[in-house]
């Protein structure tokens, strides 16, 4: 039986009775290399209080604030006709097979006169009773009874499973129509205050105060609960009434015994009956399993009389059942069951079972009692009759609805189990699971058939999780591709309570089996789920951990949806996403992470340290207390930290953050602009600048002055006795004798050296000091201020004109020198007319100790002016 058809299939019929359309040609095998394209991921949209929610099966659900336009409106209640169809898809599906008979409610007629007598009033009532008991069949026939009492009509709502939130958007999907619309608490709770209803809850589970507080969120609502005398009772307070159903007596139970087999019991079934309303304490689930226990013993008493009618070969009528197993009958007769097998009938029942129902209940163990869908069966089984093994069960009373499914019933999975129906329970856990990921993941079923069969899957996951190992390269296991495909699922049919189950369960499977991959989706979809209830701090931890698993795997597609949900959070929580919560920009774009090592400054710029409050600038210190390293006493030099969380003292807006960022690289551009204008205008002036006053032409081409090899000299021209001349080089200034004898002491320039001989005249000077009156010898300038005097040769006349001059070079050619590596002049000069006359100069007096201080500097110190020797001087 197709799962994804819920028609009948025989005859090559559709269920309506029409020709089945022909089925479309399949896809050649050699196309794409034998590859079939893959099927598009489902999305699912929803609206979840103020978020609008996309299911996301690859990536991750993504998540934002609900655009205005996308937010529906107020939602509406449900009509009468739409309130019976979804109570009609509440009730599990009848199994395929015979009918069964319809059996009474007996002595119960006093109980149920009460609970609807006090729903009628606006009372909640606490049905309690054992299981078995028969409160599920009670509760069915009191919802009947008031099915006008309330103007919203009655409501048939399950708590297995369920916590009093979940059971508040059961109630608000039960009664108003909001598809594709998860409200938020504070919502949820005024819409359900308004619905008026009698609300039928079975099997509910909890007490205490989440009991209180479901009643208080829904003061226009009768509620009739069903309970097992272990569930926390309701507060001491609480507005609510109880009433506890008992067991049959032996009267009611001989009765429901005979309306079970059809027939009249004999003597000796009747005393066997009374052993067993002793031994059962009058509960009606044993009396209807043991008429399932007399109906089979009548069916192999007739198989065994038709064999001795008909023969061996011959054709046995149809109301002979045959059986699987050896009854040992012996003389045509097949005893009753014995006290013990009454009491536990369950392994006795399924031996005379068919092999197809057998297997459904050693997949029921397995499960923890969930049975699958019938349409699951024949996959399961591998039968394709197998769905017609539910109904088998269902008449031994082996099951028992439970919602929309069905259960093993009260006691039978302990039975079954002793009696080694749950020694293969880990390999049906695991077929049961690998045929539930195919189907949970394929494009044609919905998730709200999904959420029905959630009770089987999560059972499934329960079963394989601790058992997880790494799987080999290049699988995945099957706990965790269970969980992959029914989790958007579950997500996408409001079934977040399941969903949150399959998530946790998923996230343990991934980390047993080393799925950096999964574990990252899971932990993602944990984030968004705990984002969804208003958790933060619990969506911020699971959203940095699924972000850090997806940036060890370079998954840039999932780290871009954990990082815009991250931004959601931080938004919420009032925090400055730029600076703790790792690189989102405002927009929640992704922008590259820097490297642990090395210094990386936030999207929107680094906050100033001692701006920000609760940050104080370090005081100077006192003058005279710095420290060798530069700082003062009790200073250390300011260190700005930003932490990776959420939070931080730095919030600035967006908009900050980015005219910070502009700020800072007009900054920077400003300065490099400046920097080469400087440079460019230097590079300018100095290619613009007088070529006279380049450094170049001061500076001789000759190599520095050093001692020769065959003499003590610096490679300086030497003069000749009684003459001069310029430095090879072309330096300015005049060169000054100096004395060669160091005196007694040996030492030169001290006071005993001898006084050096005379210049400028045809006659020795009678001057110790070698300078001449102003009267004779033309040795001063016209304005007597003494002019140095330079050695020249004998025999010729000393000048009179530009030679005087200290920048006027020396008409005498410059005598060579001995030391080879000095060179010639760089260029030839000019050689002035000795006749003209030369301008008066200061002159300064030449002492033994050295020169004194003039304007003209010796040849032993630096120029402390350039002095231009390109330009000619003037001839008066």
């Given at each position: ?104 409610l007996l002595e119960r007629d006093g109980e149920r006169e009460r609970l609807v007598r006090l729903l009628a009033r606006g009372r909640s009532v606490r049905l309690i009773g054992p299981a078995g008991s028969g409160r599920t069949t009670l509760l069915d026939a009191v919802a009947a009874d008031c099915a006008d009492l309330a103007p919203d009509g009655v409501v048939r709502l399950t708590g297995f499973h369920r916590t009093q939130t979940d059971l508040l958007y059961d109630l608000f999907y039960a ?381 840039k597609r999932g780290m871009v949806a954990g990082r815009r949900a991250l931004t959601l959070v931080a938004d919420r929580a009032g925090d400055t996403p730029g600076l703790g919560s790792g690189p989102v920009s405002a927009a929640g774009e992704e922008v590259p992470d820097a490297r642990y090592e090395e210094s990386a400054s936030p999207p929107g710029g680094v906050p100033a340290v001692f701006g920000a409050a609760g940050h104080t600038p370090p005081q100077p210190s006192p ?254």
């Amino acid at each position: 039986m197709d799962p994804n058809n819920q028609g009948s299939e025989e005859y090559g019929h559709d269920a309506d009775g029409s020709t089945p359309r022909q089925r479309p040609p399949r896809d050649a095998l050699t196309s794409d290399f034998g590859q079939h394209t893959p099927a598009l991921a489902r999305t699912v949209q929803l609206v979840s209080g103020d978020y609008l929610l996309t299911v996301n099966p690859v990536d991750g659900s993504e998540i934002e604030v609900c655009p205005p336009g996308e937010r529906p409106g107020r939602p509406v209640k449900l009509t009468a006709a739409e309130r019976a169809e979804i109570t009609r898809a509440a009730k599990p599906h009848v199994p395929p097979g015979p009918a069964r008979p319809e059996l009474p409610l007996l002595e119960r007629d006093g109980e149920r006169e009460r609970l609807v007598r006090l729903l009628a009033r606006g009372r909640s009532v606490r049905l309690i009773g054992p299981a078995g008991s028969g409160r599920t069949t009670l509760l069915d026939a009191v919802a009947a009874d008031c099915a006008d009492l309330a103007p919203d009509g009655v409501v048939r709502l399950t708590g297995f499973h369920r916590t009093q939130t979940d059971l508040l958007y059961d109630l608000f999907y039960a009664v108003y129509s909001a598809p594709l619309y998860r409200p938020e608490p504070d919502e949820l709770r005024a819409l359900v205050r308004e619905a008026g209803a009698v609300v039928v809850l079975d099997d509910v589970e909890f007490g205490g105060a989440a009991l209180d507080e479901l009643l208080d969120a829904t003061p226009e609502c009768a509620f009739l609960i069903s309970a097992t005398p272990d569930v926390p009772a309701p507060s001491a307070d609480s507005m609510i009434e109880e009433l506890f159903l008992d067991g049959l007596d032996r009267a009611g139970g001989l009765e429901l015994l005979e309306r079970s087999v059809g027939r009249v019991l004999t003597e000796e079934e009747a005393n066997w009956a009374g052993d067993l309303w002793f031994e059962s304490e009058g509960l009606p689930l044993r009396f209807v399993q043991a008429g399932a226990l007399l109906r089979q013993r009548d069916g192999l008493r007739a198989r065994t009389d038709a064999v001795d009618a008909f023969g061996v070969f011959g054709d046995i009528p149809a109301d002979a059942q045959p059986s699987d197993t050896d009854t040992g009958a012996e003389d045509d007769v097949v005893p009753l069951p014995s006290l013990a097998e009454g009491a536990a009938p369950a392994p006795l029942l399924a031996s005379r079972l068919s092999a197809s129902a057998r297997d459904t209940l050693r997949f029921a163990v397995a499960l923890g009692g969930e049975v699958p869908h019938q349409a699951h069966l024949p996959a399961l089984v591998g039968d394709t009759h197998a769905d017609a093994a539910l109904g088998e069960l269902l008449g031994c009373a082996l099951v028992s609805p439970v919602g929309s499914h069905y259960r093993l019933a009260a006691g039978v999975r302990t039975q079954l189990e002793a009696a080694g129906y749950g020694e293969d329970a880990q390999d049906r856990a695991l077929t049961a699971a690998q045929h539930y990921a195919w189907w949970a993941g394929h494009p044609s079923v919905t998730p709200e058939r999904v959420c029905a069969e959630s009770d089987a899957l999560l059972a499934a996951l329960a079963v394989l999780v601790p058992e997880n190992t790494p799987p080999a390269d290049d699988e995945e296991t099957t706990a965790v591709r269970l969980a992959r495909t029914a989790a958007p699922a579950f997500a996408a049919g409001l079934y977040w309570s399941a969903w949150e189950r399959v998530l946790l369960a998923g996230a343990e499977a991934a980390r047993l089996s080393g799925e950096v991959s999964e574990q990252a989706y899971f932990q993602h979809e944990l984030g968004i789920l705990a984002l969804c209830g208003d958790e933060l701090d619990l969506a911020r931890t699971e959203l940095e951990a699924a972000i850090g698993l997806r940036g060890a795997l370079a998954d840039k597609r999932g780290m871009v949806a954990g990082r815009r949900a991250l931004t959601l959070v931080a938004d919420r929580a009032g925090d400055t996403p730029g600076l703790g919560s790792g690189p989102v920009s405002a927009a929640g774009e992704e922008v590259p992470d820097a490297r642990y090592e090395e210094s990386a400054s936030p999207p929107g710029g680094v906050p100033a340290v001692f701006g920000a409050a609760g940050h104080t600038p370090p005081q100077p210190s006192p003058a005279g207390s710095a420290s060798a390293s530069g700082y003062g006493a009790g200073e250390f030099p300011a260190t700005l930290i930003s932490s990776r969380s959420g939070g931080g003292a730095h919030k600035v807006s967006g908009i900050q953050r980015l005219v910070g960022g502009a700020r800072r690289n007009i900054v920077a551009v400003g300065a490099g602009a400046l920097l080469a204008a400087v440079l460019g205008t230097v590079v300018t002036l100095g290619a613009t600048s007088n070529p006279g006053d380049a450094p170049s032409d001061r500076v001789g081409v000759n190599p520095s002055a050093s001692a020769g090899g065959d003499d003590d000299s610096l490679g300086a021209d030497k003069a000749d006795d009684g003459s001069a001349g310029n430095d090879s080089n072309g330096d300015t200034g005049t060169a000054t004798s100096r004395p060669t004898d160091p005196g007694p002491d040996g030492t030169m320039g001290t006071s005993d050296d001898p006084t050096p001989p005379p210049t400028g005249g045809d006659e020795p000077s009678d001057e110790p000091t070698g300078t001449k009156t102003p009267g004779g010898g033309g040795s001063t300038g016209g304005d007597g201020g003494g002019g140095t005097e330079s050695p020249r040769p004998s025999g010729h006349p000393t000048p009179t004109g530009p030679t005087d001059d200290p920048t006027t070079p020396d008409p005498t050619p410059p005598t060579p020198s001995s030391d080879p590596t000095t060179s010639a002049p760089a260029s030839p000069e000019p050689t002035p007319d000795p006749t003209t006359p030369a301008p008066s100069t200061p002159a300064t007096t030449t002492t033994a100790s050295g020169p004194a201080s003039s304007p003209v500097q010796t040849a032993s110190e630096p120029a402390s002016a350039p002095v231009d020797t390109d330009t000619p001087t003037p001839v008066i």
